[in-house]
């Protein structure tokens, strides 16, 4: 104010928002070598979902409770909870974590 030096400590809290996690899918339209690559960055539950566009759960393809925050690489192999390959269409994954959630959609081509 006065023009005169200051020194003292500044605390900076960066904060990224409610969604404390970012995700990609990729190639996209899904391949042989698809993976979704994901960054936490709190500590807790992660729940990575597949749904087709009735929105009904496709496939599970992570569920983990108390995960560490951190980065993941998780393989898409366009297979169904049974096993079954995905028919060609739009699909829509979900990735679940404290804080909210975020998504993204891809395809299957045959």
């Known amino acids: 104010y006065g023009g005169g030096s200051f020194s003292g400590t500044v605390t900076l809290k960066v904060s990224f928002g409610t969604i404390n996690c970012v995700a990609k899918l990729w190639p996209n339209p899904l391949g ?3 993976v979704i690559e994901l960054r936490t960055y709190l500590p807790g539950f992660i729940r990575v979902s597949i749904y087709d566009v009735q929105g009904r759960l496709v496939r599970r393809l992570l569920d983990e409770p108390d995960a ?3 980065d993941r ?3 898409v192999r366009g297979l169904d909870a049974t096993g079954q390959r995905l ?3 739009i699909y829509f994954y979900k ?3 404290p804080g909210g959630s975020v998504g993204g959609r891809f395809a299957v081509l045959k």
Request: aromatic share 0%; no cysteine; charged share 25%.
């Open 73 to 75: 690489r998780l393989p």
């Open 95 to 97: 990735v679940e974590v």
């Open 68 to 70: 560490l925050a951190g």
């Open 87 to 89: 028919a060609s269409g």
């Open 32 to 34: 042989k070598e698809s």
